[in-house]
Nanobody, 120 residues
Framework: QVQLVESGGGLVQAGGSLRLSCAAS????????MGWFRQAPGQQRALVAT???????NYTDSVKGRFTISRNNAQNTVYLQMNSLKPEDTAVYYC??????????????WGKGTLVTVSS
């Protein structure tokens, strides 16, 4: 059974930094794509950043230049380094992993989330 466990959230002042970690219970080589999503109060869950098994990166525009996603294959962990945090980054951050089963079907896994609160 796949488990994704996030850690590293907390309260930080605007301009500060946090590093989120997502530890997988299986080898992350088994996933085609891993990433971070966030959900702010009253809003839908939205993509923050993704990294493919080949190392291709993708970021939502609002975090480009501030956030960095990376992976440590040996430790089966994906990270999200968040710098220059803004109050609008406040959200629950979720780790996501995707396995492509067929060309038409993907299996997605989610962690339980970690809360990031940025004070002004």
């Amino acid at each position: 059974q796949v488990q994704l466990v996030e850690s590293g959230g907390g309260l930080v002042q605007a301009g500060g930094s946090l590093r989120l970690s997502c530890a997988a219970s299986v080898s992350i080589f088994s996933f085609d794509n891993m990433g971070w999503f966030r959900q702010a109060p009253g809003q839908q869950r939205a993509l923050v950043a993704t990294i493919t098994s080949g190392g291709n990166l993708n970021y939502t525009d609002s975090v480009k230049g501030r956030f960095t996603i990376s992976r440590n294959n040996a430790q089966n962990t994906v990270y999200l380094q968040m710098n220059s945090l803004k109050p609008e980054d406040t959200a629950v951050y979720y780790c996501n992993a995707v396995r492509r089963i067929t060309s038409d079907y993907n299996m997605a896994y989610w962690g339980k989330g970690t809360l990031v609160t940025v004070s002004s």
